[in-house]
């Protein structure tokens, strides 16, 4: 399969996984908040930041994303170095794997599980289709940095979101 096909329908199925969050967030989180804490007490502080974040900001931190991502995969396609793509496509991956995590923990439907179903194959295909380009090393390496600018700028985002200067919008 052509590479660069490979690389460019990462900021497709991004976006298609996000506009799932975006869409359902809101009503499951408060349709479900209460089961949240009473299931999870050691997480209420975290599920009552999360569950406070209203569409439009949490649209504006997936938006961010998709800019980060997106220009990341245009980076490495004009440059040929498949290193800024390759690690947002593992942060994508182990995103989406937690949001298998969290399926399992909660036990029925959240928003995000019906495209991470359908997004696992394409990373699975596209970590096999590209697997050549790094050493079993920088394989690891890439998707150790990658998981982690990806929970520092979620961290960030959300951080600057639960600090109000996005609640206005």
């Not at 096909?5 to 209460?34: T, Y």
């Not at 439907?109 to 990373?123: D, N």
């Amino acid at each position: 399969m052509d590479t660069i096909l490979i690389v460019f329908l990462l900021p497709v199925f991004f976006m298609l996984h996000e506009l799932e969050e975006i869409i359902g967030i809101r009503l499951w989180m408060d349709k479900n908040g209460a089961a949240l804490y009473n299931r999870f007490p050691r997480f209420r502080q975290t599920i009552r930041r999360l569950g406070s974040i209203t569409t439009p900001a949490f649209t504006v931190i997936v938006a961010e994303e998709f800019i980060l991502v997106s220009f990341c995969t245009f980076l490495s396609a004009y440059t040929g170095n498949w290193i800024a793509w390759y690690c947002c496509l593992v942060a994508f991956g182990f995103h989406l794997v937690v949001h298998l995590f969290q399926f399992l923990l909660w036990r029925g439907y959240i928003p995000a599980i019906v495209t991470s179903l359908c997004c696992l194959p394409y990373c699975i295909w596209a970590f096999r289709e590209t697997y050549k380009f790094f050493t079993p090393c920088e394989q690891v390496g890439y998707a150790l940095i990658g998981i982690l600018f990806g929970a520092l700028n979620l961290f960030v985002m959300h951080k600057i979101v639960g600090d109000r200067l996005l609640k206005r919008i």
